[in-house]
């Protein structure tokens, strides 16, 4: 499996963005999406994740701002996020599983590279 991540950039504080993150090979494979981020300094933070049902987990610091969703037809998942922050700064990543919750790094299979996502103040 392999996952491109996409839609990073710089805004201002306030404003949105969309992540993408593209799978291919043995999609049949996936059944968890997440995006992580890691900042300069921090440790790697679990954002957001998806299951191929739906279901879907919000680290407390993007809940209500930022929205994960998936294109299962299109082996793709979304990360719309909004009313951004200084603080969001960081490297996200998308990563794949393929159990049906994964919440910590070691239970992802897959991962793909980074996406900068700049916010200004």
């Known amino acids: 499996v392999q996952l491109q991540a996409s839609g990073g950039g710089l805004v201002q504080a306030g404003g949105s963005l969309r992540l993408s993150c593209a799978a291919s090979g043995s999609t049949f494979r996936i059944n968890t999406m997440g995006w992580y981020r890691q900042a300069p300094g921090k440790q790697r933070e679990l954002v957001a994740q998806?299951?191929?049902?739906?279901?879907?987990y919000y680290a407390d610091s993007v809940k209500g701002r930022f929205t994960i969703s998936r294109d299962n037809a299109k082996n793709t998942v979304y990360l719309q996020m909004d009313s951004l922050k200084p603080e969001d700064t960081a490297i996200y990543s998308c990563a794949a599983a393929g159990r049906s919750r994964a919440f910590v790094v070691h239970e992802y299979d897959y991962w793909g590279q980074g996406t900068q996502v700049t916010v200004s103040s």
């Open positions: 998806i299951s191929s049902g739906g279901s879907t």
